[in-house]
């Protein structure tokens, strides 16, 4: 066994971490207040080359696997939980056409979404398909004329949707066949019949604006189709099996980034005359805090361990995030909790990073779901 990084880990660690501190973690409160997508940001993450983690060099990325993109992810969502979340969410695209995808399509799309500006999206939600993903109705029928496929629907709550430059639309080919006539399709941005609907105003994470995503006749060539027809489900779950590592690489981050602000609150803070660090119940608060982070950091970093070495990770993704994000929501709970009432001012970050860890326990599979896949895998049903 080897908990070490490689000195190339520890070398990427480093450069995130300022990354972070000097590039988000200035902006990452007015991204909050204003909601903006924060497009500046991203391209400096292009070039970063952290947009390209995971994708293969000689496709136009930067190389490295899942435990690169978790030291990525983790180390912004330390400073702003929305940024973390369209780097997470813009390599899925990626992932999926390196996994699925034509020698064409990847020639075509990975060097744009890995160093070259462009922000991928996964659509795979809609408005009476959630956890139940495959009551999809978004249909993309074949024209046999044109060779093109027709896509009619809706998709809803897609991270990224009214920003992206690719976008991989889950549809039925064949709605008769219900979960088994689910395809996977890219739609470009600006493609005549796609258009972006409402722009939610959430909760949480508000510089990853969240989209519905309209299709009225959008015309896609036959060569968009990613794998084979009435593979899309499969498609959606391998995708989301690394996209749960990105998640929980988030919800790493946002608890460690409450930690370290806890620690320097409370050696700074003095109550009754000495600093609060020296009241034994919050003590007690950090000593907790510190051990469940350690725990879920190790859950995701074996999760990512897997998945870098093509071995099966749909159990450990799940428990990995389900672990890490509940962890998020217990850990800056207490971190606002030793704020006092500062923690519940917007001058401080910690309410912030209170409501950007909720979504955690939300998106790519809520935590309930994340209990179906593991009980089922535990139990052999
Ligand atoms: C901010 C945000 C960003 C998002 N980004 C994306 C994106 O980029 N792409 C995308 O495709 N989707 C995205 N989503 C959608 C997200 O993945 C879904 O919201 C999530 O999967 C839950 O679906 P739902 O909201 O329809 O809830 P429902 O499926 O209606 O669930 C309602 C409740 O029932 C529970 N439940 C449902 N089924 C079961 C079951 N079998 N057993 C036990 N409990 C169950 C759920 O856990 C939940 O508590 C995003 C959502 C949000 C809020």
């Known amino acids: 066994m080897d908990f070490n990084f490689s000195p190339q880990q520890r070398l990427i660690r480093k450069l995130a971490r300022e990354f972070a501190e000097k590039e988000v973690e200035p ?3 007015d991204v909050d207040k204003t909601g903006k997508f924060p497009r500046e940001t991203f391209e400096k993450m292009v070039k970063a080359g952290f ?8 496709y136009g990325g930067s190389g ?21 979340g369209i780097l997470s969410i813009h390599t899925i695209f990626a992932s999926v056409i390196l996994k699925f ?10 060097p744009k979404v890995g160093k070259g500006g462009c922000l991928g999206a996964f659509a795979l939600t809609e408005p009476n398909a959630g956890s139940d993903a495959g009551n999809a109705r978004t ?27 690719y976008l991989l639309i889950f549809a039925l080919t064949q709605p008769e066949k219900k979960l088994k006539g689910l395809s996977c399709i890219i739609v470009e941005k600006g493609m005549k019949g796609f258009s972006v609907g409402r722009v939610e105003d959430k909760m949480g994470i508000h510089g990853s604006e969240t989209a519905e995503l309209i299709f009225e006749g959008c015309r ?6 990613v794998g084979k027809e009435g593979k899309g489900f499969n498609i959606a779950m391998t995708a989301l099996d690394g996209a749960r590592i990105g998640v929980a ?23 009754f005359g000495k600093p609060i660090a020296a009241l034994q119940g919050l003590q007690w608060y950090i000593a907790d805090m510190a051990t469940k982070t350690e725990a879920a950091k190790w859950l995701v970093y074996y999760a990512a361990f897997l998945d870098a070495n093509n071995m099966p990770h749909t159990k450990e993704a799940a428990m990995a995030k389900l672990n890490a994000s509940e ?55």
């Open 27 to 29: 902006i990452a409160a």
């Open 51 to 58: 947009t390209g983690v995971c994708t293969p060099v000689e």
């Open 64 to 84: 490295g696997s899942d435990i690169e993109k978790v030291i990525l992810v983790s180390e912004i969502a330390r400073k702003c939980a929305a940024t973390a």
């Open 101 to 110: 995808g034509t020698e064409e399509q990847k020639k075509k799309y990975l």
């Open 249 to 271: 690489a988030q919800a790493l981050g946002i608890a460690q980034g409450a930690i370290d602000l806890s620690v320097k609150y409370m050696h700074e803070r003095v109550q």
């Open 327 to 381: 962890n998020a929501r217990f850990v800056t709970n207490l971190a606002l909790q030793i704020h006092g009432g500062y923690g519940y001012m917007k001058d401080y970050p910690l309410e912030r990073m209170y409501r950007d860890a909720k979504i955690t326990e939300i998106y790519e599979g809520t935590s309930e779901i994340h209990k179906v896949v593991i009980s089922r895998a535990v139990l052999g049903r």
């Open 220 to 225: 896609v060539p036959k060569e968009n189709l």
């Open 139 to 165: 249909t993309a029928i074949f024209d046999p004329k044109t060779n093109e496929y027709v896509l009619n629907g809706t998709k809803c709550f897609i991270s990224g949707g009214s920003q992206a430059d």
